[in-house]
């Protein structure tokens, strides 16, 4: 029982974490400083000079901007799912973990996955409504959904999003929190 009791804190734990970790993005994603890298520079090796592709070898890649919050907020999500998939994993993996541990480790992973589709799917029913970007953060009592919208969000905004959210997740409208982004 003491075991059990130990590997469900865990479980708890990694969640807890993973969600601190996206919150704080989240939260602090606009303060990251710029760096000097420029897009299509490339530097060589033991050189010290930079070198500039041709321009018709950088002319169809897509401009980034690397303060882009909704790229930043992204990764930090991602990075915080898969070490969260890969504590869970290690736990399933665990000889000494009895069923009740694996089970709930293994609802957890199932859990994590269908955050990740919900999320990707929210994102392009937003973008698709003609919103700049957006990024969703679904945790188990909520979700905070971040747009970028070109003219600023109204009530009619906002009413349009809570709706993608509802009809694809188990949210209710109150759960939803709809964020404009700088």
Known sequence: MKKLWKKRVVIASVLLLVGTAVYLNWRYADQVEDSSRVLGESTLVNAGEKVNQPADQTADLPTVDENDYF?????????????????????????NADAATLNEASQTLQVLAAYTVA????????????????????????????VSAPDGLDVTDVARIKDIVVSET?????????????
Do not use: H, W
């Open 71 to 95: 790229a930043t907020a992204r990764l930090s999500r991602k990075q915080a799912r898969d070490t969260a998939i890969s504590m869970l994993q290690e736990a399933e993996t665990d000889k």
């Open 119 to 146: 999320e990707s799917q929210i994102e392009s029913l937003v973008t698709a409504k003609g919103y700049d970007d957006c990024v969703a953060f679904m945790g188990a009592e909520s979700i905070s959904v971040v």
């Open 170 to 182: 188990n949210y209710t409208p109150e759960q939803i929190k709809i964020v404009e982004a700088n």
